[in-house]
């Protein structure tokens, strides 16, 4: 959370929060690895099964409102290299595609072998680094493309090149690009 909601919370202001949020209804239980199902569920009655749902319960929901148009931050700190991140707001988990995110991410920009690495580090010369991932959130993620600049003053025509880029890469997107983000 925020520093200054931090300071601002009391004890009993945690446990009504715990108590109101923290309910079998608005919990899931992850169990990974080479356990006894039956077993598991015994501790998980036995643990938990004295909780008592809240059928009136409702999930907050928060306004959000897609990008009308684009935003730059600049912070300027004394360093000796420039690190730049683009990022889009995209469908989130509940959308249940997240798994398409990941394989544009990995044809776009995750990895030597992918369409932008290829493309600024190798042939243009313009970043040092770059790769692109996905930020999967429940509602919203963030798709990001990552670089490093050679050169700080290139950033603007790093960026522009990246957005043209992009919109080369769907006009020219083959199978064998798709493949290789599946096998990945």
């Not at 099964?49 to 959000?64: A, C, S």
């Not at 776009?108 to 190798?122: C, D, E, R």
């Not at 243009?124 to 963030?142: K, M, N």
């Not at 919109?167 to 690009?177: A, G, M, Q, R, V």
Request: glycine share 4%; no cysteine; hydrophobic share 35%.
């Amino acid at each position: 959370g925020y520093k200054q909601d931090l300071w601002s919370l009391t004890r009993d202001s945690l446990i009504n929060f715990y108590n109101h949020h923290y309910i079998p209804n608005n919990a899931t239980l992850v169990v990974v690895g080479d356990v006894d199902h039956e077993q598991v569920l015994e501790l998980a009655k036995r643990n938990f099964g004295h909780i008592k749902p809240n059928w009136n319960y409702k999930k907050e929901e928060f306004y959000h409102s897609p990008d009308l148009k684009s935003y730059q931050v600049k912070l300027y700190r004394d360093v000796k290299q420039s690190n730049v991140i683009m990022s889009w707001t995209i469908p989130g988990l509940s959308n249940k595609k997240s798994y398409l995110f990941d394989i544009a991410s990995r044809v776009i920009g995750a990895g030597k072998g992918s369409s932008l690495y290829k493309k600024f580090v190798n042939e243009y010369e313009l970043v040092t680094e770059l790769e692109s991932f996905v930020d999967e959130l429940f509602e919203y993620g963030l798709f990001n493309i990552y670089f490093k600049p050679k050169n700080t003053e290139d950033i603007d025509k790093i960026i522009n090149l990246i957005n043209k880029e992009l919109i080369n890469i769907i006009d020219t997107l083959e199978d064998s690009d798709i493949n290789r983000a599946v096998k990945k």
